[in-house]
Protein backbone atom coordinates (compact mmCIF):
# COMPACT_ATOMS: atom_id res chain seq x y z
CA UNK A 1 0.00 0.00 0.00
CA UNK A 2 1.79 3.11 -0.84
CA UNK A 3 0.62 5.86 1.83
CA UNK A 4 0.28 10.14 2.00
CA UNK A 5 0.15 11.37 5.58
CA UNK A 6 -1.42 15.35 5.51
CA UNK A 7 -0.28 16.90 8.72
CA UNK A 8 2.47 15.48 10.74
CA UNK A 9 1.41 16.73 14.39
CA UNK A 10 1.64 13.59 17.22
CA UNK A 11 -0.47 11.80 14.94
CA UNK A 12 0.86 11.73 11.33
CA UNK A 13 4.20 11.02 13.26
CA UNK A 14 2.80 7.64 14.87
CA UNK A 15 1.18 7.22 11.73
CA UNK A 16 4.84 7.75 9.54
CA UNK A 17 6.36 5.14 12.71
CA UNK A 18 3.67 2.35 12.17
CA UNK A 19 3.72 2.26 8.91
CA UNK A 20 7.66 2.19 8.85
CA UNK A 21 7.45 -0.94 10.76
CA UNK A 22 5.53 -2.47 8.11
CA UNK A 23 7.07 -3.50 4.63
CA UNK A 24 4.17 -3.93 3.05
CA UNK A 25 3.64 -0.23 3.08
CA UNK A 26 5.35 2.47 1.34
CA UNK A 27 5.41 5.89 2.50
CA UNK A 28 5.01 8.19 -0.77
CA UNK A 29 5.11 11.86 0.99
CA UNK A 30 4.33 13.74 4.21
CA UNK A 31 2.10 16.92 3.34
CA UNK A 32 1.91 19.37 5.51
CA UNK A 33 1.01 23.51 6.11
CA UNK A 34 4.67 24.20 7.92
CA UNK A 35 8.00 23.19 6.67
CA UNK A 36 8.80 19.75 8.46
CA UNK A 37 11.70 17.40 8.59
CA UNK A 38 11.87 14.00 8.24
CA UNK A 39 13.66 10.86 6.87
CA UNK A 40 10.29 10.58 3.98
CA UNK A 41 9.63 13.01 1.71
CA UNK A 42 8.03 15.93 2.89
CA UNK A 43 6.05 18.49 0.49
CA UNK A 44 3.23 21.51 0.92
CA UNK A 45 -0.32 20.43 0.87
CA UNK A 46 -0.76 22.66 -1.97
CA UNK A 47 1.84 19.83 -3.47
CA UNK A 48 -0.57 16.46 -2.67
CA UNK A 49 -2.34 17.35 -6.64
CA UNK A 50 1.11 16.45 -8.21
CA UNK A 51 0.70 12.72 -6.73
CA UNK A 52 -2.85 11.76 -8.37
CA UNK A 53 -2.70 8.28 -9.20
CA UNK A 54 0.89 7.98 -6.73
CA UNK A 55 -0.93 7.30 -3.71
CA UNK A 56 -3.47 4.25 -2.34
CA UNK A 57 -4.63 5.89 0.97
CA UNK A 58 -4.34 9.79 2.21
CA UNK A 59 -4.12 9.50 6.00
CA UNK A 60 -5.78 12.80 7.10
CA UNK A 61 -3.48 13.84 10.62
CA UNK A 62 -4.12 17.63 10.95
CA UNK A 63 -4.50 18.27 14.63
CA UNK A 64 -7.58 20.41 15.25
CA UNK A 65 -11.02 18.84 14.42
CA UNK A 66 -11.26 22.42 12.10
CA UNK A 67 -8.83 21.05 9.51
CA UNK A 68 -10.09 17.93 9.38
CA UNK A 69 -13.78 19.23 8.30
CA UNK A 70 -12.32 21.06 5.90
CA UNK A 71 -9.10 19.12 4.64
CA UNK A 72 -10.86 15.55 4.55
CA UNK A 73 -13.45 16.25 1.55
CA UNK A 74 -11.14 18.51 -0.18
CA UNK A 75 -8.76 15.70 -0.50
CA UNK A 76 -10.96 13.07 -0.86
CA UNK A 77 -11.67 15.35 -4.35
CA UNK A 78 -8.14 13.66 -5.33
CA UNK A 79 -7.52 10.69 -2.97
CA UNK A 80 -8.83 7.74 -1.18
CA UNK A 81 -8.91 9.46 2.23
CA UNK A 82 -9.25 8.42 5.88
CA UNK A 83 -9.15 9.85 9.02
CA UNK A 84 -10.39 10.09 13.01
CA UNK A 85 -12.30 12.93 12.92
CA UNK A 86 -13.90 13.04 17.00
CA UNK A 87 -16.72 16.03 17.01
CA UNK A 88 -19.26 14.00 18.03
CA UNK A 89 -22.24 16.39 17.08
CA UNK A 90 -20.41 17.07 13.83
CA UNK A 91 -20.25 13.60 12.34
CA UNK A 92 -23.29 13.49 9.93
CA UNK A 93 -22.40 16.36 8.55
CA UNK A 94 -18.87 15.29 7.90
CA UNK A 95 -19.97 11.80 6.67
CA UNK A 96 -22.16 13.63 3.88
CA UNK A 97 -19.59 16.18 2.68
CA UNK A 98 -16.70 13.24 2.48
CA UNK A 99 -19.13 11.34 0.93
CA UNK A 100 -20.17 14.02 -1.72
CA UNK A 101 -16.17 14.50 -2.54
CA UNK A 102 -15.97 11.08 -2.78
CA UNK A 103 -19.01 10.19 -5.24
CA UNK A 104 -17.99 12.61 -7.76
CA UNK A 105 -14.61 11.51 -7.93
CA UNK A 106 -14.89 7.98 -7.60
CA UNK A 107 -12.65 7.58 -4.26
CA UNK A 108 -13.61 5.95 -1.30
CA UNK A 109 -12.95 7.24 2.71
CA UNK A 110 -13.59 5.68 5.83
CA UNK A 111 -13.75 8.60 8.73
CA UNK A 112 -14.10 8.67 12.64
CA UNK A 113 -11.71 5.74 12.83
CA UNK A 114 -9.77 6.29 15.71
CA UNK A 115 -10.07 4.51 19.52
CA UNK A 116 -13.48 6.67 20.01
CA UNK A 117 -15.26 7.31 17.73
CA UNK A 118 -14.32 4.30 15.69
CA UNK A 119 -13.01 0.50 17.54
CA UNK A 120 -15.16 1.49 20.69
CA UNK A 121 -17.95 2.43 17.96
CA UNK A 122 -17.80 -0.74 16.69
CA UNK A 123 -17.88 -2.53 19.88
CA UNK A 124 -20.96 -0.74 21.13
CA UNK A 125 -22.98 -1.82 18.02
CA UNK A 126 -22.04 -5.64 18.20
CA UNK A 127 -22.50 -5.97 22.22
CA UNK A 128 -25.53 -3.28 22.43
CA UNK A 129 -26.99 -5.62 19.59
CA UNK A 130 -26.65 -8.97 22.05
CA UNK A 131 -26.62 -7.15 25.12
CA UNK A 132 -29.62 -5.22 26.74
CA UNK A 133 -27.40 -3.28 28.93
CA UNK A 134 -23.75 -1.26 27.89
CA UNK A 135 -21.92 1.69 29.56
CA UNK A 136 -18.50 2.78 28.77
CA UNK A 137 -15.86 4.75 30.73
CA UNK A 138 -13.09 6.51 29.77
CA UNK A 139 -9.77 7.06 31.69
CA UNK A 140 -7.49 7.18 33.03
CA UNK A 141 -6.30 9.75 30.33
CA UNK A 142 -6.09 13.25 29.45
CA UNK A 143 -8.90 14.32 27.39
CA UNK A 144 -8.23 17.17 25.03
CA UNK A 145 -11.75 18.54 24.58
CA UNK A 146 -11.86 18.71 28.77
CA UNK A 147 -8.30 20.33 28.48
CA UNK A 148 -9.37 22.87 25.99
CA UNK A 149 -12.54 24.17 28.01
CA UNK A 150 -10.81 24.38 30.93
CA UNK A 151 -7.75 26.94 28.88
CA UNK A 152 -10.76 28.83 27.63
CA UNK A 153 -11.47 30.06 31.20
CA UNK A 154 -10.49 33.99 31.64
CA UNK A 155 -6.75 34.15 33.06
CA UNK A 156 -6.18 30.29 32.74
CA UNK A 157 -2.69 30.06 30.93
CA UNK A 158 -2.54 26.58 30.01
CA UNK A 159 -4.37 23.29 31.34
CA UNK A 160 -4.64 19.41 31.36
CA UNK A 161 -7.93 17.59 32.27
CA UNK A 162 -7.78 14.13 33.41
CA UNK A 163 -10.93 11.84 32.96
CA UNK A 164 -10.75 9.71 35.53
CA UNK A 165 -13.47 6.52 36.10
CA UNK A 166 -15.32 6.63 39.27
CA UNK A 167 -15.42 3.38 41.09
CA UNK A 168 -18.57 3.60 42.04
CA UNK A 169 -19.73 3.85 38.78
CA UNK A 170 -18.04 0.75 37.59
CA UNK A 171 -18.93 -1.56 40.14
CA UNK A 172 -22.59 -0.93 38.88
CA UNK A 173 -21.74 -1.33 35.38
CA UNK A 174 -20.14 -4.59 35.97
CA UNK A 175 -23.38 -5.98 37.69
CA UNK A 176 -25.30 -3.86 35.40
CA UNK A 177 -26.89 -1.83 37.30
CA UNK A 178 -28.46 1.59 36.64
CA UNK A 179 -25.72 4.36 37.12
CA UNK A 180 -26.85 6.64 39.74
CA UNK A 181 -23.54 8.03 40.64
CA UNK A 182 -21.22 10.64 38.31
CA UNK A 183 -19.16 8.11 35.72
CA UNK A 184 -16.61 10.19 35.96
CA UNK A 185 -14.48 12.39 37.95
CA UNK A 186 -12.99 15.28 36.16
CA UNK A 187 -8.92 16.27 37.65
CA UNK A 188 -7.84 19.64 35.90
CA UNK A 189 -4.59 20.75 36.79
CA UNK A 190 -4.08 24.39 35.90
CA UNK A 191 -1.44 26.90 35.31
CA UNK A 192 -2.72 30.58 36.24
CA UNK A 193 -1.31 33.67 38.20
CA UNK A 194 -4.22 35.22 39.53
CA UNK A 195 -7.91 34.62 40.51
CA UNK A 196 -7.61 31.29 41.39
CA UNK A 197 -10.06 31.29 43.70
CA UNK A 198 -12.74 32.86 40.58
CA UNK A 199 -11.10 30.05 37.92
CA UNK A 200 -12.10 27.66 40.00
CA UNK A 201 -15.61 28.25 40.50
CA UNK A 202 -15.60 29.07 36.64
CA UNK A 203 -14.65 25.73 35.77
CA UNK A 204 -17.15 23.71 38.07
CA UNK A 205 -19.63 26.14 36.28
CA UNK A 206 -19.19 25.21 32.29
CA UNK A 207 -22.01 23.08 31.03
CA UNK A 208 -21.75 19.54 29.36
CA UNK A 209 -18.16 19.96 31.11
CA UNK A 210 -17.95 19.75 34.38
CA UNK A 211 -21.21 21.13 35.65
CA UNK A 212 -22.68 18.98 37.88
CA UNK A 213 -19.72 16.67 37.82
CA UNK A 214 -16.94 15.79 40.61
CA UNK A 215 -14.52 17.80 39.23
CA UNK A 216 -11.43 18.98 41.38
CA UNK A 217 -9.30 21.74 40.12
CA UNK A 218 -5.32 22.22 41.08
CA UNK A 219 -3.11 25.21 40.41
CA UNK A 220 0.36 24.29 39.60
CA UNK A 221 3.42 25.76 37.79
CA UNK A 222 3.76 25.51 33.39
CA UNK A 223 7.09 23.28 34.27
CA UNK A 224 5.48 21.10 36.04
CA UNK A 225 2.35 20.70 33.67
CA UNK A 226 4.80 20.35 31.03
CA UNK A 227 6.94 17.62 32.43
CA UNK A 228 4.19 15.77 34.96
CA UNK A 229 1.24 16.02 32.77
CA UNK A 230 1.92 15.36 29.48
CA UNK A 231 1.49 11.33 29.13
CA UNK A 232 -0.51 9.87 25.71
CA UNK A 233 -1.41 7.18 27.71
CA UNK A 234 -5.26 6.33 27.65
CA UNK A 235 -7.63 3.65 28.69
CA UNK A 236 -11.36 2.57 27.76
CA UNK A 237 -13.60 0.04 29.19
CA UNK A 238 -17.08 -1.34 27.85
CA UNK A 239 -19.53 -3.21 30.05
CA UNK A 240 -22.55 -5.16 28.80
CA UNK A 241 -24.79 -7.59 30.57
CA UNK A 242 -28.15 -9.32 30.62
CA UNK A 243 -30.27 -11.57 32.61
CA UNK A 244 -33.29 -13.71 31.60
CA UNK A 245 -34.90 -14.95 35.03
CA UNK A 246 -31.74 -16.49 37.32
CA UNK A 247 -28.98 -16.45 34.08
CA UNK A 248 -26.67 -13.81 33.40
CA UNK A 249 -24.11 -13.11 30.20
CA UNK A 250 -22.28 -10.55 30.49
CA UNK A 251 -18.68 -8.69 28.39
CA UNK A 252 -16.07 -6.49 29.57
CA UNK A 253 -13.57 -5.33 27.05
CA UNK A 254 -10.87 -2.95 28.06
CA UNK A 255 -8.52 -1.19 25.88
CA UNK A 256 -4.78 0.11 27.50
CA UNK A 257 -2.33 2.76 25.64
CA UNK A 258 0.61 4.33 26.55
CA UNK A 259 0.39 6.39 23.34
CA UNK A 260 -2.84 7.34 22.50
CA UNK A 261 -1.80 8.89 18.52
CA UNK A 262 0.22 5.19 18.30
CA UNK A 263 -2.89 3.10 18.80
CA UNK A 264 -5.14 5.42 16.48
CA UNK A 265 -2.51 4.83 13.76
CA UNK A 266 -2.35 1.26 14.06
CA UNK A 267 -6.22 1.43 13.88
CA UNK A 268 -5.94 3.86 11.11
CA UNK A 269 -3.50 1.65 8.89
CA UNK A 270 -6.10 -1.61 9.59
CA UNK A 271 -8.57 -0.05 8.12
CA UNK A 272 -7.23 1.26 5.42
CA UNK A 273 -7.39 -2.31 4.25
CA UNK A 274 -11.10 -1.50 4.03
CA UNK A 275 -10.36 1.28 1.48
CA UNK A 276 -8.52 -1.06 -0.59
CA UNK A 277 -11.88 -3.12 -0.43
CA UNK A 278 -14.20 -0.14 -1.05
CA UNK A 279 -12.26 0.34 -4.15
CA UNK A 280 -12.59 -2.97 -5.62
CA UNK A 281 -16.23 -3.09 -5.14
CA UNK A 282 -16.45 0.23 -6.29
CA UNK A 283 -18.14 2.12 -3.55
CA UNK A 284 -17.52 5.36 -3.68
CA UNK A 285 -18.40 6.63 -0.43
CA UNK A 286 -17.63 7.69 3.31
CA UNK A 287 -18.42 5.19 5.90
CA UNK A 288 -17.65 5.08 9.63
CA UNK A 289 -16.04 1.72 10.50
CA UNK A 290 -19.80 1.10 11.77
CA UNK A 291 -20.15 0.18 8.24
CA UNK A 292 -17.22 -2.40 7.68
CA UNK A 293 -17.55 -5.78 7.28
CA UNK A 294 -14.39 -7.59 10.01
CA UNK A 295 -13.55 -9.59 6.61
CA UNK A 296 -12.57 -5.99 5.03
CA UNK A 297 -9.15 -4.89 7.53
CA UNK A 298 -7.28 -8.14 6.38
CA UNK A 299 -5.32 -8.73 2.70
CA UNK A 300 -6.70 -12.30 3.16
CA UNK A 301 -9.39 -13.71 1.04
CA UNK A 302 -12.80 -14.57 2.84
CA UNK A 303 -12.25 -18.02 2.15
CA UNK A 304 -8.31 -17.84 3.95
CA UNK A 305 -9.89 -15.62 6.69
CA UNK A 306 -13.01 -18.02 7.58
CA UNK A 307 -10.49 -21.24 7.79
CA UNK A 308 -8.34 -18.72 9.73
CA UNK A 309 -10.51 -16.85 12.37
CA UNK A 310 -13.79 -18.83 12.38
CA UNK B 1 -40.05 -10.71 13.12
CA UNK B 2 -41.62 -13.23 12.52
CA UNK B 3 -39.42 -16.85 12.99
CA UNK B 4 -39.29 -19.92 13.41
CA UNK B 5 -37.41 -22.68 15.36
CA UNK B 6 -35.96 -26.03 13.52
CA UNK B 7 -35.24 -28.70 16.28
CA UNK B 8 -35.93 -28.58 19.85
CA UNK B 9 -33.51 -28.97 22.49
CA UNK B 10 -31.48 -27.38 24.55
CA UNK B 11 -30.30 -24.56 22.06
CA UNK B 12 -34.34 -24.43 20.33
CA UNK B 13 -35.90 -23.74 23.96
CA UNK B 14 -33.29 -21.27 24.34
CA UNK B 15 -33.96 -19.24 20.99
CA UNK B 16 -38.09 -19.63 21.96
CA UNK B 17 -37.44 -17.98 25.47
CA UNK B 18 -35.38 -14.89 24.31
CA UNK B 19 -37.52 -14.65 21.15
CA UNK B 20 -40.65 -14.35 23.20
CA UNK B 21 -39.10 -11.55 25.83
CA UNK B 22 -39.06 -9.55 22.38
CA UNK B 23 -42.68 -8.01 21.24
CA UNK B 24 -41.15 -7.39 18.06
CA UNK B 25 -40.46 -10.89 17.47
CA UNK B 26 -43.30 -13.40 16.71
CA UNK B 27 -42.70 -17.44 16.90
CA UNK B 28 -44.59 -18.92 13.94
CA UNK B 29 -43.98 -22.35 14.67
CA UNK B 30 -41.31 -24.81 16.18
CA UNK B 31 -40.58 -27.43 13.78
CA UNK B 32 -39.02 -30.61 15.21
CA UNK B 33 -38.10 -34.29 14.18
CA UNK B 34 -40.04 -35.76 17.17
CA UNK B 35 -43.40 -34.70 19.03
CA UNK B 36 -42.74 -31.97 21.19
CA UNK B 37 -44.75 -29.57 23.71
CA UNK B 38 -44.60 -25.90 23.64
CA UNK B 39 -47.03 -23.03 24.17
CA UNK B 40 -45.72 -22.19 20.26
CA UNK B 41 -47.29 -24.25 17.78
CA UNK B 42 -45.75 -27.05 17.12
CA UNK B 43 -44.99 -29.01 14.03
CA UNK B 44 -43.20 -31.95 11.98
CA UNK B 45 -39.90 -30.79 9.77
CA UNK B 46 -41.72 -31.93 6.90
CA UNK B 47 -44.65 -29.44 7.67
CA UNK B 48 -42.32 -26.52 7.46
CA UNK B 49 -42.82 -26.14 3.45
CA UNK B 50 -46.23 -25.22 4.03
CA UNK B 51 -44.64 -21.95 5.90
CA UNK B 52 -42.84 -20.65 2.96
CA UNK B 53 -43.07 -16.75 3.15
CA UNK B 54 -44.92 -16.63 6.44
CA UNK B 55 -41.29 -17.09 8.16
CA UNK B 56 -38.55 -14.35 7.78
CA UNK B 57 -36.22 -16.20 9.42
CA UNK B 58 -35.73 -20.07 10.42
CA UNK B 59 -33.25 -20.52 13.16
CA UNK B 60 -31.74 -23.89 12.96
CA UNK B 61 -31.18 -25.02 16.42
CA UNK B 62 -30.66 -28.98 15.88
CA UNK B 63 -28.75 -30.54 18.05
CA UNK B 64 -25.85 -32.47 16.39
CA UNK B 65 -23.45 -30.59 13.73
CA UNK B 66 -24.29 -33.42 11.00
CA UNK B 67 -28.29 -32.27 11.33
CA UNK B 68 -27.25 -28.75 10.56
CA UNK B 69 -24.88 -29.89 7.93
CA UNK B 70 -27.93 -31.42 6.09
CA UNK B 71 -30.95 -29.07 7.61
CA UNK B 72 -29.35 -25.88 6.72
CA UNK B 73 -29.19 -26.03 3.72
CA UNK B 74 -32.35 -27.96 2.73
CA UNK B 75 -34.13 -25.00 4.40
CA UNK B 76 -32.31 -22.58 2.72
CA UNK B 77 -33.94 -23.50 0.02
CA UNK B 78 -37.55 -22.53 1.52
CA UNK B 79 -36.51 -20.14 3.76
CA UNK B 80 -33.44 -17.20 5.46
CA UNK B 81 -31.59 -19.22 8.04
CA UNK B 82 -29.31 -18.48 11.02
CA UNK B 83 -27.16 -21.34 12.76
CA UNK B 84 -24.72 -21.76 14.93
CA UNK B 85 -22.80 -24.96 13.25
CA UNK B 86 -19.40 -25.10 14.80
CA UNK B 87 -17.64 -27.96 13.30
CA UNK B 88 -14.34 -26.10 12.35
CA UNK B 89 -12.78 -28.42 9.72
CA UNK B 90 -16.08 -28.70 7.59
CA UNK B 91 -17.27 -24.52 7.72
CA UNK B 92 -15.85 -23.72 4.09
CA UNK B 93 -17.88 -27.19 2.96
CA UNK B 94 -21.12 -26.05 4.84
CA UNK B 95 -21.04 -22.22 4.21
CA UNK B 96 -20.66 -23.33 0.16
CA UNK B 97 -23.78 -25.38 0.29
CA UNK B 98 -25.83 -23.13 2.15
CA UNK B 99 -24.86 -20.48 -0.22
CA UNK B 100 -25.59 -22.21 -3.07
CA UNK B 101 -29.37 -23.51 -1.64
CA UNK B 102 -29.74 -19.69 -1.33
CA UNK B 103 -28.57 -18.41 -4.60
CA UNK B 104 -31.40 -20.50 -6.44
CA UNK B 105 -34.18 -20.15 -3.61
CA UNK B 106 -33.75 -16.21 -3.21
CA UNK B 107 -33.17 -16.48 0.35
CA UNK B 108 -30.18 -15.25 3.05
CA UNK B 109 -28.15 -17.26 5.42
CA UNK B 110 -25.58 -16.15 8.46
CA UNK B 111 -24.15 -19.86 9.56
CA UNK B 112 -21.52 -20.13 12.31
CA UNK B 113 -23.54 -17.98 14.44
CA UNK B 114 -22.73 -18.55 17.91
CA UNK B 115 -20.35 -17.31 20.74
CA UNK B 116 -17.36 -19.22 19.15
CA UNK B 117 -17.45 -19.75 16.05
CA UNK B 118 -19.35 -16.13 15.84
CA UNK B 119 -18.76 -13.35 18.03
CA UNK B 120 -15.47 -14.39 19.01
CA UNK B 121 -14.49 -14.88 15.23
CA UNK B 122 -15.67 -11.42 14.99
CA UNK B 123 -13.64 -9.99 17.69
CA UNK B 124 -10.75 -11.98 16.68
CA UNK B 125 -11.08 -10.26 13.01
CA UNK B 126 -10.88 -7.08 14.34
CA UNK B 127 -8.63 -7.32 17.13
CA UNK B 128 -5.66 -9.06 14.92
CA UNK B 129 -6.11 -6.83 12.41
CA UNK B 130 -4.74 -3.74 14.86
CA UNK B 131 -2.46 -5.59 17.24
CA UNK B 132 0.48 -7.89 16.23
CA UNK B 133 -0.65 -10.82 18.98
CA UNK B 134 -3.94 -11.74 19.88
CA UNK B 135 -4.14 -15.46 21.77
CA UNK B 136 -8.11 -17.05 22.83
CA UNK B 137 -8.98 -18.56 26.03
CA UNK B 138 -11.94 -21.25 26.59
CA UNK B 139 -13.76 -21.91 29.98
CA UNK B 140 -14.00 -22.90 32.55
CA UNK B 141 -16.81 -24.68 30.66
CA UNK B 142 -17.97 -27.89 29.51
CA UNK B 143 -16.74 -28.54 25.67
CA UNK B 144 -19.07 -31.05 24.01
CA UNK B 145 -16.36 -32.00 21.53
CA UNK B 146 -14.08 -33.33 24.40
CA UNK B 147 -17.26 -34.70 26.24
CA UNK B 148 -17.95 -36.81 23.27
CA UNK B 149 -14.61 -37.68 22.29
CA UNK B 150 -13.99 -39.33 25.92
CA UNK B 151 -17.46 -40.97 25.71
CA UNK B 152 -16.06 -42.75 22.07
CA UNK B 153 -13.26 -44.75 24.65
CA UNK B 154 -14.05 -48.26 25.16
CA UNK B 155 -16.15 -49.11 28.50
CA UNK B 156 -16.73 -45.51 29.43
CA UNK B 157 -20.53 -45.14 30.05
CA UNK B 158 -21.04 -41.12 30.25
CA UNK B 159 -18.38 -38.24 30.35
CA UNK B 160 -18.01 -34.80 30.42
CA UNK B 161 -14.86 -32.87 30.12
CA UNK B 162 -14.27 -29.57 31.43
CA UNK B 163 -11.67 -26.89 29.60
CA UNK B 164 -9.52 -24.60 32.16
CA UNK B 165 -7.50 -22.17 31.20
CA UNK B 166 -4.26 -22.88 32.13
CA UNK B 167 -3.03 -19.34 34.52
CA UNK B 168 0.50 -19.40 33.74
CA UNK B 169 -0.39 -19.47 29.80
CA UNK B 170 -3.37 -16.84 30.50
CA UNK B 171 -0.14 -14.82 32.51
CA UNK B 172 1.86 -14.76 28.87
CA UNK B 173 -1.19 -13.93 27.17
CA UNK B 174 -1.31 -10.58 29.30
CA UNK B 175 2.10 -9.40 28.46
CA UNK B 176 2.11 -10.35 24.41
CA UNK B 177 4.29 -12.97 25.63
CA UNK B 178 4.96 -16.23 23.02
CA UNK B 179 2.74 -19.07 25.21
CA UNK B 180 5.54 -22.44 25.85
CA UNK B 181 2.95 -23.65 28.41
CA UNK B 182 -0.32 -25.80 27.60
CA UNK B 183 -3.22 -23.30 27.25
CA UNK B 184 -5.56 -25.15 28.49
CA UNK B 185 -6.36 -27.88 31.19
CA UNK B 186 -8.42 -30.96 30.44
CA UNK B 187 -10.57 -32.34 33.77
CA UNK B 188 -12.50 -35.67 32.33
CA UNK B 189 -15.36 -36.47 34.89
CA UNK B 190 -16.04 -40.29 33.64
CA UNK B 191 -18.78 -42.97 34.70
CA UNK B 192 -17.14 -46.49 34.03
CA UNK B 193 -17.82 -49.90 35.68
CA UNK B 194 -14.49 -51.44 34.91
CA UNK B 195 -11.01 -51.38 33.41
CA UNK B 196 -10.36 -47.46 34.81
CA UNK B 197 -6.68 -47.33 34.84
CA UNK B 198 -7.00 -48.63 30.88
CA UNK B 199 -9.79 -45.76 30.07
CA UNK B 200 -7.58 -43.24 31.92
CA UNK B 201 -4.78 -43.89 29.76
CA UNK B 202 -7.05 -44.15 26.32
CA UNK B 203 -8.60 -41.06 27.12
CA UNK B 204 -4.37 -39.48 27.80
CA UNK B 205 -3.85 -40.91 24.40
CA UNK B 206 -6.38 -39.22 22.09
CA UNK B 207 -4.89 -37.35 19.40
CA UNK B 208 -5.55 -33.41 19.00
CA UNK B 209 -8.07 -33.70 21.94
CA UNK B 210 -6.06 -34.98 25.31
CA UNK B 211 -2.11 -36.20 23.99
CA UNK B 212 0.21 -33.54 25.18
CA UNK B 213 -2.14 -31.32 27.04
CA UNK B 214 -2.47 -31.29 30.52
CA UNK B 215 -5.26 -34.16 31.13
CA UNK B 216 -6.88 -35.57 34.45
CA UNK B 217 -9.50 -38.13 34.75
CA UNK B 218 -11.87 -38.50 37.68
CA UNK B 219 -14.35 -41.42 38.12
CA UNK B 220 -17.63 -40.66 39.66
CA UNK B 221 -20.99 -42.19 39.61
CA UNK B 222 -23.74 -41.41 36.66
CA UNK B 223 -26.14 -40.02 39.44
CA UNK B 224 -22.81 -37.50 40.70
CA UNK B 225 -22.17 -36.83 36.63
CA UNK B 226 -25.98 -35.76 36.56
CA UNK B 227 -26.16 -33.58 39.41
CA UNK B 228 -23.16 -32.12 39.62
CA UNK B 229 -21.78 -31.88 36.17
CA UNK B 230 -24.66 -30.40 34.25
CA UNK B 231 -23.51 -26.65 34.31
CA UNK B 232 -24.38 -24.71 31.07
CA UNK B 233 -21.64 -21.53 32.01
CA UNK B 234 -18.69 -20.82 30.08
CA UNK B 235 -16.29 -18.39 29.39
CA UNK B 236 -14.19 -17.20 26.92
CA UNK B 237 -11.34 -14.35 27.05
CA UNK B 238 -9.34 -12.74 24.18
CA UNK B 239 -6.03 -11.03 24.61
CA UNK B 240 -4.53 -8.66 22.30
CA UNK B 241 -1.02 -6.94 22.66
CA UNK B 242 1.48 -4.58 20.28
CA UNK B 243 4.64 -2.70 21.39
CA UNK B 244 6.54 -0.67 19.54
CA UNK B 245 9.75 0.90 21.45
CA UNK B 246 8.63 1.51 24.41
CA UNK B 247 5.08 1.88 24.06
CA UNK B 248 2.45 -0.84 24.51
CA UNK B 249 -1.25 -1.25 23.59
CA UNK B 250 -3.54 -4.06 24.82
CA UNK B 251 -6.46 -5.28 24.63
CA UNK B 252 -8.81 -7.83 26.90
CA UNK B 253 -11.74 -9.34 26.06
CA UNK B 254 -13.85 -11.42 28.30
CA UNK B 255 -17.49 -13.02 27.76
CA UNK B 256 -19.24 -15.08 30.95
CA UNK B 257 -22.58 -17.07 30.29
CA UNK B 258 -24.40 -18.71 33.13
CA UNK B 259 -26.21 -20.66 30.43
CA UNK B 260 -24.26 -21.05 26.90
CA UNK B 261 -27.37 -21.86 24.85
CA UNK B 262 -29.24 -18.78 26.15
CA UNK B 263 -26.10 -16.65 25.33
CA UNK B 264 -25.63 -18.66 21.50
CA UNK B 265 -29.57 -17.98 21.65
CA UNK B 266 -29.56 -14.01 21.75
CA UNK B 267 -26.15 -13.76 19.50
CA UNK B 268 -28.41 -15.80 16.60
CA UNK B 269 -31.23 -12.88 17.18
CA UNK B 270 -29.07 -10.19 17.22
CA UNK B 271 -27.38 -11.20 13.58
CA UNK B 272 -30.93 -12.21 12.42
CA UNK B 273 -31.44 -8.68 12.19
CA UNK B 274 -28.42 -8.40 9.02
CA UNK B 275 -30.55 -11.11 7.34
CA UNK B 276 -33.37 -9.07 6.56
CA UNK B 277 -30.76 -6.65 5.02
CA UNK B 278 -28.75 -8.91 3.22
CA UNK B 279 -32.75 -9.60 2.14
CA UNK B 280 -33.32 -5.36 1.82
CA UNK B 281 -30.01 -5.41 -0.49
CA UNK B 282 -30.58 -8.62 -2.78
CA UNK B 283 -27.97 -10.25 -1.09
CA UNK B 284 -28.43 -14.03 -2.07
CA UNK B 285 -25.77 -16.05 -0.10
CA UNK B 286 -24.50 -17.34 2.87
CA UNK B 287 -22.11 -15.17 5.33
CA UNK B 288 -20.59 -15.49 8.54
CA UNK B 289 -20.82 -12.94 10.84
CA UNK B 290 -17.30 -11.97 9.46
CA UNK B 291 -18.82 -10.23 6.48
CA UNK B 292 -21.60 -8.64 8.81
CA UNK B 293 -21.06 -4.97 8.85
CA UNK B 294 -22.19 -3.85 12.54
CA UNK B 295 -24.63 -1.19 11.58
CA UNK B 296 -26.89 -4.41 9.87
CA UNK B 297 -26.93 -5.77 13.80
CA UNK B 298 -29.55 -3.04 14.43
CA UNK B 299 -32.84 -2.01 13.10
CA UNK B 300 -32.32 1.32 12.99
CA UNK B 301 -30.88 3.39 9.81
CA UNK B 302 -27.03 3.88 9.02
CA UNK B 303 -27.95 7.58 10.02
CA UNK B 304 -29.46 7.35 13.19
CA UNK B 305 -26.92 4.75 14.62
CA UNK B 306 -24.08 6.93 13.38
CA UNK B 307 -25.48 9.39 15.95
CA UNK B 308 -26.02 7.46 18.39
CA UNK B 309 -23.05 4.84 18.41
CA UNK B 310 -20.07 6.74 17.35
Redesign the interface.
Known amino acids: MKIGIVGYGNLGKAVE??AS?NKDIRIVGIFSRRKVESTNPTYTIEEAKNFKGKIDVMFMCSGSERDLATQTPEIAKMFNVIDSFDT?AK??EH?EKVGKACKTANTSAIV?CGWD?G?F??M???Y????DYTECFWGKGISLGHSNAVRKVDGVIDAKQYTVPNPKAVALAKKGLPINVAKHFRECYVVANEKKAEIEQSIKKIPNYFLGQPTSVKFISQKELDTKHNSLAHQGNIYSY?N?D??????????????NP??TA??LL??A?AILKMQKFNIYSAL????????W??DLS??E???T??
Do not use: G, Q
Request: aromatic residues 6%; contains cysteine.
Open positions: KVLHIPLCPLSVRAISSIFSISDAFSSHFELSMTSLLKIAYNTPLEVPPVLHVKLTKLC
